[in-house]
């Protein structure tokens, strides 16, 4: 999430009124149920992501906002108008497909404007603001360029531009940078949150990448089986996950199975066999005596020495089976007595560091009792 913006910048907390309402839109392909019955707010000026695997109903989601699909049950909202029986090009939306979609017999110039001229718009307003939002995209000097002349970078940016021309309320935007490289998907989609700040369009996009999801929205929606398990902002998500599916679906996690052991106001204790270790969480869980849980542990969460620490709620004892070295982290899988594997991720702060651990070092992993999360689901 944009870490720029402060409570009050956030609508979803302070009770604005919803730019697009979502009211238990269902959508079937003959006996298949892509979508479920799916509620949904988004506000105005939010950069939302629809998160989730291939198959789990958030292109159909999408297509259904721009009139693409036809909803089975419910109603789509945008803007205070119900969007039953307005066709695609009389919404308020615009679309952009992973494909890009540009006409390769057009330079960059034409195609972006071409949909201004297909509204009839005045040849000295169509030049202005295509001027404008090559200088907004940052293509100036590449005006007269085919699209098989320009990087996958470039030609996203022209995809984006095309799709902002004609000044959309929202744009809908599925897998937009699915086709880059890693490093330069990374560096886009802080382009891409830049450019949506200074329009203050919504955006609702689709994406399979956790990662990205975290660095564009505001907002995550998180879907499975046609369902939205969760929608929350990004550090809530993660820190925070309402089930296991969340919690997996979202980073990594070590997840360890229990039983409730005791619990009260400020402390619960989970019994957890596959751990062989009784998990102190710093506060009162809602669940029945003896019911069966998960506990949650993110890998950055724990500490890792070759000495019992003292003081500490939780440590249980382990091997090092396996070592990632990722350059700015190292990966730890270690191996528990009970066969059970925990993953540690630490940062590598120093160029060396003395007597390092390494692979087959017995050790001792611990955490704080506010460090992971409970789930009863």
């Not at 302070?14 to 697009?20: I, L, Q, R, Y």
């Amino acid at each position: 999430m944009n870490e720029r913006q402060s409570p009050s910048d956030m609508p979803w907390r302070n009770g604005s009124e919803p730019f697009v309402r979502i009211v238990d839109v269902s959508r079937s392909f003959g006996p298949v149920v892509a979508v479920n019955n799916v509620s949904l707010d988004i506000y105005k000026g939010e950069l939302f992501c629809l998160l989730g695997s291939s198959g789990c109903g958030k292109t159909t989601l999408l297509r259904m906002l721009a009139g693409l699909e036809t909803v089975s049950s419910g109603r789509i909202e945008i803007d205070g108008q119900d969007m039953a029986g307005i066709s695609p090009w009389d919404r308020p939306t615009n679309i952009m497909f992973q494909s890009y979609a540009l006409f390769p017999h057009m330079n960059v110039e034409r195609n972006i404007a071409y949909g201004l001229y297909r509204d009839g718009i005045p040849r000295s307003e169509v030049t202005d603001r295509v001027a404008d939002m090559i200088k907004l995209v940052q293509l100036s000097g590449m005006e007269r360029r085919k699209p098989d002349q320009l990087s996958g970078g470039q030609r996203q940016r022209v995809a984006l531009a095309r799709s902002l021309i004609k000044r959309p309320k929202l744009l809908l935007l599925d897998e937009p940078l699915a086709a880059l490289d890693k490093k330069l998907r990374e560096e886009t989609q802080f382009e891409l949150v830049n450019i949506q700040e200074k329009l203050g369009v919504t955006f609702v996009v689709v994406t399979h990448d956790q990662e990205e999801a975290m660095t564009l929205a505001t907002r995550i929606g998180v879907m499975r089986n046609g369902v939205i398990e969760q929608v929350a902002e990004p550090r809530e998500i993660y820190e925070y996950p309402l089930n296991r599916f969340v919690a997996d679906f979202i980073g990594s996690v070590n997840m360890f199975e229990g039983v409730v052991a005791e619990t009260d106001p400020d402390r619960t204790l989970i019994r957890c066999e596959d751990a062989d270790m009784t998990i102190n969480v710093s506060h009162g869980v809602s669940c029945s005596p003896s019911q069966r849980l998960w506990f949650a542990l993110r890998p950055e969460k724990p500490e890792i020495s070759r000495h019992r620490p003292d003081g500490v709620d939780n440590v249980v004892e382990g091997v090092v089976e396996e070592i990632a070295y990722r350059g700015n982290l190292s990966i730890f899988r270690v191996r528990l007595k009970t066969g059970k594997q925990i993953d540690l991720i630490r940062t590598n702060q120093e160029r060396s560091a003395q007597e390092p651990i390494t692979w087959d070092d017995p050790v001792f992993v611990s955490w704080d009792a506010a460090s992971g999360v409970v789930l009863t689901s």
